[in-house]
Antibody, heavy 121, light 109 residues
Framework: QISLKESGPTLVKPTQTLTLTCTFS??????????VGWIRQPPGKALEWLGM???????RYSQSLKTNLTITGDSSKNQVVLIMTNMDPVDTATYYC?????????????WGQGVLVTVSS | EIVLTQSPATLSLSPGERATLSCRAS??????LAWYQQQPGQAPRLLIY???YRATGIPARFSGSGSGTDFTLTISSLEPEDFAVYYC???????????FGGGTKVDIK
């Protein structure tokens, strides 16, 4: 069965770079049609999509965040990495990675448990 | 950029009642919509995709409908485990992106 888990620092300082790793099982990032997305949720607020990586290494990013975001994948390790530069307190949120449903579209059928990242000096 | 507005913000109902949640897009969309349920402290769970298809394992009391700018999630008879926050989500083809609504909280009256 499919599972995903996020890992990384829970506290970063303003202006620092955040690196989160999503380690997954039950599927391969090299299989045609597979995609993994990143979504975040500030405390008490709504979900916000950050970006997606596809099986062919294509990527899509949120227009409002793309200058600060990089997503990479390593199919040999079953991992996807999110890199976010110049972190700010407004970036405090729970960060989720999620598996895309099927082989098209942007729906997410399996999610990691999330990791709460706090940005504070 | 398309904005999704969910209403009401909070819906107070009793178990066994029917819940009707609304999601309105800021302009007409030709793509389909999804709904997620989120319990406190948990990750979202996919309920409905492509506007009206139930995800695997989702009970038949959940149904989705709509088109254009107006979409609806209906829970025919609320069970205790249905009290949660619900989000709608849209995908756009160009630019390829995802937008979530602000959420509707269904709580016990």
């Amino acid at each position: 069965q499919i599972s995903l888990k996020e890992s990384g620092p829970t506290l970063v300082k303003p202006t620092q770079t955040l690196t989160l790793t999503c380690t997954f099982s039950g599927f391969s990032l090299s299989t045609s049609g597979v995609a993994v997305g990143w979504i975040r949720q500030p405390p008490g607020k709504a979900l916000e999509w950050l970006g997606m990586i596809y099986w062919d290494d294509d990527k899509r990013y949120s227009q409002s965040l793309k200058t600060n975001l990089t997503i990479t994948g390593d199919s040999s390790k079953n991992q996807v990495v999110l890199i976010m530069t110049n972190m700010d307190p407004v970036d405090t949120a729970t960060y989720y990675c999620a598996h895309r449903l099927g082989n098209s579209g942007f729906y997410f059928d399996y999610w990691g448990q999330g990791v709460l990242v706090t940005v504070s000096s | 950029e398309i904005v999704l507005t969910q209403s009401p913000a909070t819906l107070s109902l009793s178990p066994g009642e029917r819940a009707t949640l609304s999601c309105r897009a800021s302009r007409s969309v030709s793509t389909a919509l999804a709904w997620y349920q989120q319990q406190p402290g948990q990750a979202p769970r996919l309920l409905i995709y492509d506007t009206s298809y139930r995800a695997t394992g989702i009970p038949a009391r959940f149904s989705g409908s709509g088109s254009g700018t107006d979409f609806t999630l209906t829970i025919s008879s609320l069970e205790p485990e249905d009290f949660a926050v619900y989000y709608c989500q849209l995908r756009t083809n160009w630019p390829p992106a995802v937008t979530f609504g602000g959420g509707t909280k269904v709580d016990i009256k």
